[in-house]
Structure formats: structure tokens, C-alpha cells
């Protein structure tokens, strides 16, 4: 080093032979603390002539060249990018994102995007995912698509053509179909974002769709029979029919949304799914797959069913609420591969669906459809107890939104109230109370689906919800799939809501929050 400051006219480190034979006799002595004013003079000498040594070296290279130093830098960075210590990782920085397999363990692999050949390091990063599903799911039109072909078969022959004419004309994928008394048959695509509006639904129309679905169930009479949460599936298919019923408990609308299996579409998150897996003793860990309705958490749960039951060998057992998961019918949908299903009789009864699971099936890993219950979170928690991991499905916007549901929060560990003393008050802003993680988390990682093909993904959620309930902001991934089907990674600072001031919501209104779920209320009583 001290060659290369001469070189380019730098004052050498004077204390560089000296010290270095310090570090011969002693290799410990980087160790030593408090460090002493000597070794702080030595590390001053080293660092003050870095950045004009900096200067100097890239005016020696071309223009064109230059970028290759900062390249190989984030390169380096992103090789030391650990999944559960994100503190050396590269911020902002889209990278390629792969996984090899490594002692039986799948491990995310992230190389640079290049910047060769005039690409730019924001290009991938700031092209928006398409809705790679779609693409997966049919051909160059939505009425191509199979899953919908499927779900053409529930209405009468005339609405079905009318439907299929109208998706020759788009390449977004159906969503799902609202048939609502009185008004325009709507066609919503790419979740929620677009939508189709076709013929009024009469009563004449409605009972000839009701008539065709108790035909595909093979009822008696011109009525299918709903469940008890106004659902219901067809043999066969992942598709979900759920009706809206008036005060006379006439169904006055349908929706009709489309059930799909992508394979591959976990492909994402190889790694967290290998967790998911115990080996050599060590403890499996669970996941919570995050999002708002229609963002693709079903079909995300399906493919990862499918990947753990035949990829990593897992007996997995499918608690399936409203058949959604495998289909309707006796035999399960071959889109959860070698995993068994447990249908569930009553909504209300699917805690305890999930407890005779553990205890008469021996599954290593359950998978369940919306936890939205306190008795689901607590037959969760018991199963966490008892080793055995799992992968569900919740509805929320995001940690922040799950943090503030007081059903809710108890799967990622819960929040506690503690009493502080005088001086720790002091440190704490004065404030005399201060909010905890109650607990373990009953699912170690977290996932949230921000659309389709973009998820925020948490590797380990108690330090990140420690970190959070100290006022801190965290550092946290981000996955896409772009339209080339490339997967990307990247890392950026969340900010803590504490600080925020969007809507009027700052410290204050973030603190009063979560003190009511931690006292058992919701957030928004």
C-alpha cells in the first residue's frame, strides 16, 4: 500500500513496518479495546489518502471504463449478502437472482445486473413485473387461457360465447367474473385493474347460470347447494363461486373467480421453502404468505404445496377450507402433487381440522388458506409448539398492517406492554411504557405479495419486528420476476412508521396503535 502512495505521490503510512511487526508477534492485536491512540493514528494514516488515491487512479482509466471499479465493488458486496444478515448487502442494487444447492439446502445466489453494453444498473429495477402469470397461464389471449376455457363451462351456452368473444380482444388474464341482478355481467382483469362490462344479468339470465352450476354438481333441481360460507366448487377445477344472497336468503349475484396452477411460480422463493424443511435435527421454520385479495396468494400456496410435497420430499397434509386449495370434489386436483388434503366441513370448525391434522395424519409441514380467526392463530401456535412447520395465507397490506391487527399479530410473535423505571423512561423519550414482541413467531418468515410477480420477502421476523418496535428502520428484500422471466433481487431501507407523517400518521398515532392490539383491541376501535 505504502508502494502504491509513492507511486502516485502520496505521503506513505510511517507507521506501517512498525505496526506490522506488532501484528507478527501479537495476531490478536486488531482485538484489543478501547483501541489505543497509537492504533488510531495508524488507522488515520491508512484512510486519509483513500479518496485522492481514489481520484487519481480513475483518471488513469477511460471514461468508457470507469464503471468497472464500482461494478466489481457491489459485485463483492453482493457475494458476502447473507439471507439473515443483510448489513453488508449493496442498498438500492438490482441484482440477478439464482439458487444452487449446498449441503441439502437451497441457497439464493445474486450476481450484479451487468452494465455492459450500455445497460444501466436501474434498468431492471425500474421496469415494471407484467403479469408474468398470464403468460404462464394461457396463450397470446385471455380466452385462450385453459383455466378460464374451464370456468366457461358454469354458464349457460350463450353467456359462456358472449364471454369468450368479448377476451379475444385482450391479453391481460381474467381475474374473476361479478354476475350481480340487474346490472352489467363484468369481466375484472389483472387483478382488479381492468375490467370488461357485457350484457345486464336478468333473473332470467341468473337462474339459467344457477341452473348450469347445479348441473356441473349433479344436483337435484335447478339450485346448487352453497356451503355454509356461501361457496362453492366443481369437481375437477380450482375455480371458486361464491353467491350474495338478499335478507330472504335469495341469491341475487355470483362471483366467479378463476383458479389457476402455475407451475414454477414458486420457483422465487427456493430458498425460504428449503427452510421450511428440518435437517440434521435443526428446527423447520414456518411461512406467512402476506397480501391483499386477488394478488395471487392461492396460486402462490398451490405451487409451493406441490414444491414441498415433491421437490423436497415433505409429507405435507392441505387443510382446504373451501376446496380452493386442490379442488373440489373427493379426488385432490394433481396441482398439489403428492400432498394429501383434509377438506374442511364448516369454516368455523377449521381450528380444529388443523389440530386432528397433527394428531392423526403426522404431517412435516400443514398448509392452510386464510388464517383470519382467533382460534386459527391459536391452533397455529399450538402447532408450531409441536415442531411441525407451516405454510398459510393471510390477508393484510403489508407488516406494518399485520402489526396493528390484534387477531392477527400473534403469528409473528404478538406485542406486550412493560413498565419502565424512571431512568430507562428517560432513555425512552420519557415515555414510561414501552411495546414488546410478546413472544416466539409461529411463522419465522414472511412474505408479501405487493402484486402478482413483486413480493417483499422477510427471512427472519423477529429481529425485523424487534427492530421496528425500537423506532428503527430495517433493511429488507425485495424479489421480481421481470418479463423476460428473469428473477431480480434487491435491498433498500424501509423506513420505521414511527417516522412517517404521511396522513397525518406519526410517532404518536403509530405508538397509540400498537398499544391497543397489545392490550387485545383492534387498532381501529
Same mark, same amino acid.
Given at each position: 500500500?505504502?508502494?502504491?502512495?509513492?507511486?502516485?505521490?502520496?505521503?506513505?503510512?510511517?507507521?506501517?513496518?512498525? %505496526?506490522?511487526?506488532?501484528?507478527?508477534?501479537?495476531?490478536?492485536?486488531?482485538?484489543?479495546?478501547?483501541?489505543?491512540?497509537?492504533?488510531?493514528?495508524?488507522?488515520?494514516?491508512?484512510?486519509?489518502?483513500?479518496?485522492?488515491?481514489?481520484?487519481?487512479?480513475?483518471?488513469?482509466?477511460?471514461?468508457?471504463?470507469?464503471?468497472?471499479?464500482?461494478?466489481?465493488?457491489?459485485?463483492?458486496?453482493?457475494?458476502?449478502?447473507?439471507?439473515?444478515?443483510?448489513?453488508?448487502?449493496?442498498?438500492?442494487?438490482?441484482?440477478?437472482?439464482?439458487?444452487?444447492?449446498?449441503?441439502?439446502?437451497?441457497?439464493?445466489?445474486?450476481?450484479?445486473?451487468?452494465?455492459?453494453?450500455?445497460?444501466?444498473?436501474?434498468?431492471? @429495477?425500474?421496469?415494471?413485473?407484467?403479469? %408474468?402469470?398470464?403468460?404462464?397461464?394461457?396463450?397470446?389471449?385471455?380466452?385462450?387461457?385453459?383455466?378460464?376455457?374451464?370456468? /366457461?363451462?358454469?354458464?349457460?351456452?350463450?353467456?359462456?360465447?358472449?364471454?369468450?368473444?368479448?377476451?379475444?380482444?385482450?391479453?391481460?388474464?381474467?381475474?374473476?367474473?361479478?354476475?350481480?341482478?340487474?346490472?352489467?355481467?363484468?369481466?375484472?382483469?389483472?387483478?382488479?385493474?381492468?375490467?370488461?362490462?357485457?350484457?345486464?344479468?336478468?333473473?332470467?339470465?341468473?337462474?339459467?347460470?344457477?341452473?348450469?352450476?347445479?348441473?356441473?354438481?349433479?344436483?337435484?333441481?335447478?339450485?346448487?347447494?352453497?356451503?355454509?360460507?356461501?361457496?362453492?366448487?366443481?369437481?375437477?377445477?380450482?375455480?371458486?363461486?361464491?353467491?350474495?344472497?338478499?335478507?330472504?336468503?335469495?341469491?341475487?349475484?355470483?362471483?366467479?373467480?378463476?383458479?389457476?396452477?402455475?407451475?414454477?411460480?414458486?420457483?422465487?422463493?427456493?430458498?425460504? /421453502?428449503?427452510?421450511?424443511?428440518?435437517?440434521?435435527?435443526?428446527?423447520?421454520?414456518?411461512?406467512?404468505? /402476506?397480501?391483499?385479495?386477488?394478488?395471487?396468494?392461492?396460486?402462490?400456496?398451490?405451487?409451493?404445496?406441490?414444491?414441498?410435497?415433491?421437490?423436497?420430499?415433505?409429507?405435507?397434509?392441505?387443510?382446504?377450507?373451501?376446496?380452493?386449495?386442490?379442488?373440489?370434489?373427493?379426488?385432490?386436483?394433481?396441482?398439489?402433487?403428492?400432498?394429501?388434503?383434509?377438506?374442511?366441513?364448516?369454516?368455523?370448525?377449521?381450528?380444529?381440522?388443523?389440530?386432528?391434522?397433527?394428531?392423526?395424519?403426522?404431517?412435516?409441514?400443514?398448509?392452510?388458506?386464510?388464517?383470519?380467526?382467533?382460534?386459527?392463530?391459536?391452533?397455529?401456535?399450538?402447532?408450531?409448539?409441536?415442531?411441525?412447520?407451516?405454510?398459510?395465507?393471510?390477508?393484510?397490506?403489508?407488516?406494518?398492517?399485520?402489526?396493528?391487527?390484534?387477531?392477527?399479530?400473534?403469528?409473528?410473535?404478538?406485542?406486550?406492554?412493560?413498565?419502565?423505571?424512571?431512568?430507562?423512561?428517560?432513555?425512552?423519550?420519557?415515555?414510561?411504557?414501552?411495546?414488546?414482541?410478546?413472544?416466539?413467531?409461529?411463522?419465522?418468515?414472511?412474505?408479501?405479495?405487493?402484486?402478482?410477480?413483486?413480493?417483499?420477502?422477510? @427471512?427472519?421476523?423477529?429481529?425485523?419486528?424487534?427492530?421496528?418496535?425500537?423506532?428503527?428502520?430495517? %433493511?429488507?428484500?425485495?424479489?421480481?420476476?421481470?418479463?423476460?422471466?428473469?428473477?431480480?433481487?434487491?435491498?433498500?431501507?424501509?423506513?420505521?412508521?414511527?417516522?412517517?407523517?404521511?396522513?397525518?400518521?406519526?410517532?404518536?398515532?403509530?405508538?397509540?396503535?400498537?398499544?391497543? %392490539?397489545?392490550?387485545?383491541?383492534?387498532?381501529?376501535?
Amino acid at each position: 500500500f505504502n508502494a502504491l502512495l509513492k507511486l502516485y505521490g502520496l505521503s506513505p503510512n510511517s507507521e506501517k513496518d512498525r %505496526v506490522h511487526d506488532i501484528m507478527q508477534q501479537n495476531p490478536k492485536y486488531w482485538s484489543i479495546r478501547p483501541l489505543t491512540s497509537d492504533m488510531i493514528s495508524y488507522a488515520a494514516q491508512d484512510v486519509q489518502h483513500l479518496l485522492p488515491l481514489y481520484t487519481k487512479l480513475m483518471l488513469e482509466l477511460d471514461k468508457s471504463q470507469r464503471h468497472f471499479p464500482f461494478q466489481l465493488s457491489l459485485q463483492h458486496a453482493a457475494s458476502l449478502v447473507d439471507q439473515f444478515d443483510t448489513s453488508r448487502c449493496p442498498r438500492g442494487v438490482p441484482m440477478k437472482l439464482s439458487f444452487d444447492q449446498k449441503d441439502g439446502a437451497m441457497r439464493a445466489k445474486r450476481q450484479l445486473v451487468s452494465l455492459e453494453d450500455g445497460g444501466s444498473l436501474s434498468e431492471a @429495477h425500474t421496469t415494471p413485473p407484467s403479469d %408474468v402469470n398470464a403468460a404462464a397461464a394461457g396463450s397470446a389471449t385471455a380466452c385462450s387461457d385453459a383455466a378460464v376455457l374451464s370456468l /366457461l363451462s358454469a354458464f349457460p351456452q350463450d353467456t359462456a360465447t358472449e364471454i369468450q368473444n368479448a377476451l379475444r380482444h385482450t391479453s391481460a388474464s381474467l381475474f374473476e367474473i361479478v354476475f350481480d341482478l340487474g346490472r352489467p355481467i363484468v369481466l375484472r382483469l389483472d387483478g382488479n385493474q381492468d375490467e370488461i362490462q357485457l350484457g345486464t344479468v336478468d333473473e332470467s339470465l341468473l337462474r339459467s347460470a344457477l341452473k348450469q352450476l347445479a348441473i356441473l354438481k349433479k344436483e337435484d333441481g335447478d339450485m346448487p347447494v352453497f356451503t355454509a360460507d356461501n361457496r362453492l366448487g366443481i369437481n375437477g377445477m380450482l375455480h371458486r363461486i361464491s353467491a350474495i344472497r338478499n335478507p330472504r336468503d335469495i341469491i341475487i349475484g355470483l362471483t366467479y373467480r378463476v383458479g389457476r396452477h402455475i407451475g414454477g411460480v414458486s420457483d422465487m422463493i427456493l430458498d425460504m /421453502l428449503s427452510c421450511v424443511v428440518r435437517r440434521d435435527g435443526s428446527p423447520s421454520k414456518s411461512l406467512l404468505l /402476506l397480501g391483499v385479495p386477488g394478488v395471487g396468494k392461492t396460486t402462490l400456496l398451490r405451487d409451493v404445496t406441490k414444491t414441498l410435497a415433491d421437490r423436497f420430499k415433505q409429507i405435507v397434509v392441505v387443510v382446504d377450507t373451501s376446496n380452493e386449495i386442490a379442488g373440489d370434489g373427493d379426488i385432490s386436483h394433481n396441482c398439489i402433487g403428492r400432498a394429501r388434503r383434509m377438506p374442511v366441513r364448516s369454516r368455523a370448525k377449521q381450528h380444529e381440522v388443523l389440530t386432528e391434522a397433527v394428531q392423526n395424519h403426522t404431517p412435516q409441514c400443514i398448509v392452510i388458506d386464510e388464517i383470519g380467526t382467533a382460534l386459527e392463530v391459536a391452533a397455529a401456535k399450538t402447532i408450531a409448539q409441536r415442531g411441525v412447520s407451516m405454510v398459510a395465507t393471510a390477508h393484510g397490506i403489508d407488516l406494518h398492517s399485520l402489526m396493528k391487527n390484534h387477531v392477527l399479530v400473534p403469528l409473528i410473535g404478538g406485542l406486550t406492554t412493560v413498565t419502565l423505571g424512571d431512568q430507562a423512561a428517560a432513555k425512552n423519550g420519557s415515555n414510561k411504557t414501552k411495546i414488546e414482541r410478546a413472544g416466539a413467531a409461529a411463522f419465522d418468515m414472511v412474505i408479501e405479495l405487493v402484486s402478482r410477480n413483486k413480493w417483499r420477502v422477510y @427471512h427472519s421476523i423477529g429481529p425485523v419486528m424487534d427492530a421496528l418496535l425500537a423506532g428503527a428502520d430495517v %433493511v429488507v428484500e425485495t424479489r421480481w420476476l421481470h418479463t423476460d422471466g428473469t428473477m431480480y433481487s434487491s435491498f433498500d431501507l424501509m423506513k420505521n412508521p414511527s417516522s412517517s407523517i404521511d396522513n397525518g400518521a406519526g410517532q404518536d398515532d403509530w405508538f397509540e396503535s400498537l398499544l391497543m %392490539v397489545a392490550a387485545g383491541r383492534s387498532s381501529n376501535d
